[in-house]
């Protein structure tokens, strides 16, 4: 009785011992599965299967941290060329400086610095923000008893006439 009692211990020992090595795997595993990874499907599906836009946007967002780091660039210049169809109302700048930090760090480069041009150098586009070198506006010469009237230049369409929807006669 002794005998068989010592082996029923034996048996239940090493039944303990391998259950607590298929709970161990099984951690393993579950960690190797949360592991991240960049499978655009997944954030694709978030997309499209998510409703709400709030939170839409916290799922891609908790996507983006987990997996970002691990997408390669032309995953990452994937996913930010679909933002408006797969985020929609939930895309907001934040998503795209996450997406763009991400693919600054996959490109390898430091971000550029931005080149300012000189002050001679300004186009007539950017005199918006000093007027002091805008072109002068064109004026219409006043007519007798009224104030002088500021003209836009004619625009004349490719292949067209200038005087078309006018109503005026060629």
Same mark, same amino acid.
């Given at each position: 009785?002794k005998?068989?009692?010592?082996?029923?211990?034996?048996?239940?020992?090493?039944?303990?011992?391998a259950?607590?090595? #298929?709970?161990?795997?099984?951690?393993?595993?579950?960690? !190797?599965?949360?592991?991240?990874?960049?499978?655009?499907a997944?954030?694709r599906?978030?997309? $499209?299967?998510?409703?709400?836009?709030?939170? /839409?946007?916290?799922?891609?967002?908790?996507?983006?941290? /987990?997996?970002?780091?691990?997408? #390669?660039?032309e995953?990452?210049?994937?996913?930010?060329?679909? /933002?408006?169809?797969w $985020?929609?109302? !939930?895309d907001?700048?934040?998503?795209?400086? *996450?997406?763009?930090? $991400?693919?600054?760090?996959?490109?390898?480069?430091?971000?550029?610095a931005?080149? *300012?041009?000189? %002050?001679? %150098?300004?186009?007539?586009?950017?005199?918006?923000?000093? /007027?002091?070198?805008?072109?002068?506006?064109?004026v219409?010469?006043? *007519?007798?008893?009224?104030?002088p009237i500021?003209?836009?230049?004619? *625009?004349?369409a490719p292949?067209g #006439? !200038?005087?078309?929807g006018?109503?005026?006669?060629?």
């Amino acid at each position: 009785m002794k005998h068989i009692r010592q082996q029923l211990h034996f048996a239940l020992a090493l039944l303990a011992l391998a259950l607590m090595g #298929s709970a161990q795997a099984a951690t393993a595993v579950a960690k !190797s599965a949360a592991a991240p990874r960049c499978m655009v499907a997944e954030i694709r599906g978030i997309a $499209f299967s998510i409703h709400h836009p709030n939170e /839409r946007y916290v799922a891609i967002t908790e996507w983006l941290n /987990r997996n970002g780091p691990t997408c #390669s660039l032309e995953k990452l210049q994937y996913i930010n060329s679909n /933002r408006p169809n797969w $985020f929609g109302h !939930s895309d907001s700048p934040a998503l795209g400086q *996450v997406l763009d930090q $991400f693919i600054e760090i996959a490109t390898g480069a430091p971000p550029k610095a931005p080149v *300012v041009a000189a %002050d001679n %150098d300004r186009s007539s586009l950017l005199a918006g923000t000093n /007027r002091a070198d805008a072109p002068p506006p064109v004026v219409a010469p006043a *007519v007798a008893g009224q104030p002088p009237i500021i003209v836009a230049p004619v *625009v004349t369409a490719p292949g067209g #006439s !200038s005087n078309k929807g006018t109503g005026a006669k060629p």
